[in-house]
């Protein structure tokens, strides 16, 4: 990547400051979003105000910002905000980057939650809690619990159900079902859980050098968290409740594979917006002579 240009001297101007941010080979529009997050200032502003000097510290905050851009660090983490389904989402290096693909995941449980009444949700690995916290605001007479294993991680998920008002939404530390109630059944568990492979090589490429491992990868072939989260499902689903998971993009014919071994029905695969195979889901018929192992 080409090296960064000397920064502008202080005091210097708006239109300066966006000057230096093209040069560094920022886009035009990243460099004003980081100057907006700066400042303050809309974007109309810093058109209308272009040639006003900005204070020391946002000219600070601004250089550094555009630093580690320049280095490849995801603008989710340098603004600490995603939109997600339509809502503003508060995010850290401590989670996932809410991606487009994963409201694929969002509107199938959306889909069979629909006839339910007050349904009781699950959700485990939360990470940011847009999952959870989109159906909870979705439905809000749905009861919905977030797990995560990472402390940090649920910090944010808690601040993202204070800030969108999403108060039918619980939280609480667990590795997988550890800490999930044994008398507990839902209506639906759902769960984007790590899946890339430990030797994938895209874990070393773009935003993902920059995100949680534990949240990528199993540390292993990609399907050992899936395993465990079909596997269990079971035992924690009420009769006709769903499992839905997120998965890589070739891992289908696998996650079904784990659902139909476990005894689920209506097994199918739901593709994403580029039209890849993303989310794996089927219903728990009850523990019935047909519905397999329990």
Same mark, same amino acid.
């Given at each position: 990547?080409?090296?960064?240009?000397?920064? %502008?001297?202080?005091?210097?101007?708006?239109?300066?400051?966006?000057?230096?941010?093209?040069?560094? /080979?920022?886009?035009?529009?990243?460099?004003?979003?980081?100057?907006?997050?700066?400042?303050?200032?809309?974007?109309?502003?810093?058109?209308?105000?272009?040639?006003?000097?900005?204070?020391?510290?946002?000219?600070?905050?601004?250089?550094?910002?555009?630093? +580690?851009? #320049?280095?490849?660090?995801?603008?989710?983490?340098?603004?600490?905000?995603?939109?997600?389904?339509?809502?503003?989402?508060?995010?850290?290096?401590?989670?996932?980057?809410?991606?487009?693909?994963?409201?694929?995941?969002?509107?199938? =449980?959306?889909?069979?939650?629909?006839?339910?009444?007050?349904?009781?949700?699950?959700?485990?690995?939360?990470?940011?809690?847009?999952?959870?916290?989109?159906?909870?605001?979705?439905?809000?007479?749905?009861?919905?619990?977030?797990?995560?294993?990472? $402390?940090?991680?649920?910090?944010?998920?808690?601040?993202?159900?204070?800030?969108?008002? &999403?108060?039918?939404?619980?939280?609480?530390?667990?590795?997988?079902?550890?800490?999930?109630?044994?008398?507990?059944?839902? #209506?639906?568990?759902?769960?984007?859980?790590?899946?890339? $492979?430990?030797?994938? =090589?895209?874990?070393?490429?773009?935003?993902?050098?920059?995100?949680?491992? /534990?949240?990528?990868?199993?540390?292993?072939? /990609?399907? =050992? &968290?899936? +395993?465990?989260?079909?596997?269990?499902?079971?035992?924690?689903?009420? %009769?006709?409740?769903?499992?839905?998971?997120?998965?890589?993009?070739? #891992?289908?014919?696998?996650? +079904?594979?784990?659902?139909?071994?476990?005894?689920?029905?209506?097994?199918?695969?739901? @593709?994403?917006?580029? /039209?890849?195979? @993303?989310?794996?889901?089927?219903?728990?018929?009850?523990?019935?002579? =047909?519905?397999?192992?329990?």
């Amino acid at each position: 990547m080409p090296a960064l240009p000397p920064p %502008p001297d202080a005091p210097c101007t708006i239109s300066t400051l966006l000057q230096y941010a093209v040069k560094a /080979g920022l886009p035009a529009l990243e460099a004003r979003m980081l100057l907006t997050f700066c400042s303050g200032l809309s974007r109309t502003a810093l058109i209308t105000q272009d040639q006003t000097t900005p204070s020391e510290a946002v000219r600070t905050a601004f250089l550094q910002r555009v630093a +580690r851009r #320049q280095q490849g660090e995801p603008m989710a983490y340098l603004l600490g905000e995603r939109e997600f389904f339509g809502r503003m989402f508060a995010v850290s290096p401590a989670v996932l980057i809410p991606r487009p693909d994963t409201e694929t995941l969002v509107e199938w =449980s959306l889909d069979v939650l629909r006839d339910e009444e007050t349904p009781a949700v699950l959700e485990l690995g939360t990470g940011s809690g847009i999952i959870a916290v989109t159906i909870a605001l979705e439905r809000p007479d749905a009861h919905v619990l977030a797990t995560d294993v990472s $402390a940090a991680a649920l910090a944010v998920a808690r601040q993202n159900a204070a800030d969108l008002s &999403a108060d039918n939404t619980t939280f609480a530390t667990s590795d997988w079902y550890a800490a999930i109630e044994p008398k507990a059944r839902y #209506q639906l568990i759902v769960s984007n859980p790590p899946y890339i $492979a430990a030797d994938d =090589s895209h874990l070393r490429e773009g935003d993902l050098r920059f995100e949680p491992a /534990g949240a990528l990868t199993d540390h292993a072939c /990609g399907l =050992s &968290a899936l +395993r465990t989260i079909v596997s269990g499902a079971p035992a924690r689903l009420a %009769p006709g409740g769903w499992l839905l998971v997120e998965h890589g993009y070739d #891992q289908g014919e696998a996650v +079904r594979g784990l659902f139909q071994a476990a005894g689920f029905a209506e097994v199918t695969t739901r @593709r994403d917006l580029a /039209g890849q195979e @993303r989310c794996t889901g089927g219903y728990w018929p009850g523990n019935t002579a =047909s519905a397999g192992p329990a």
